[in-house]
């Protein structure tokens, strides 16, 4: 199902139940699931990260929504877009997996303006 918020549609970036929920050390939410699961961008945008150099996120997608949204991707096993690539909401980016992380799942963030927000004010989970 998909939500309209903040002149964005979004829809969930991949199945699973929620782990662990936003807030306090939390950035955003993790969900859980099986290696290789599909993960999808959870609305239109631009591919500006992919990669695995920022600590803690493992194997990470970056996509900008627009000139105040953007939406992580972590853990991920592997990566299907790169930098610069045009994506639409629900086009598989990334296979769920488990690099830098204790078990397989997808750290999903939401970030208005840099900070995180939570997500699910946006994406109907």
């Not at 991707?73 to 990334?94: F, P, W």
């Amino acid at each position: 199902s998909t939500r309209s918020a903040a002149g964005i549609t979004w829809q969930r970036p991949t199945y699973g139940n929620i782990l662990t929920r936003f807030g306090g050390s939390e950035k955003g939410i993790n969900i859980g699931g099986t290696a290789g699961q599909p993960v999808v961008a959870a609305a239109d945008g631009k591919v500006v990260y992919s990669g695995s150099g920022l600590r803690g996120y493992g194997n990470l997608v970056i996509v900008q929504h627009n000139s105040t949204y953007l939406t992580a991707y972590g853990h991920n096993q592997s990566l299907l877009v790169k930098e610069g690539d045009i994506v639409k909401r629900g086009q598989t980016i990334a296979r769920m997996g488990n690099t830098d992380a204790d078990r397989v799942k997808l750290h999903f963030e939401v970030r208005q303006d840099g900070k995180p927000v939570n997500p699910v004010n946006y994406v109907a989970f």
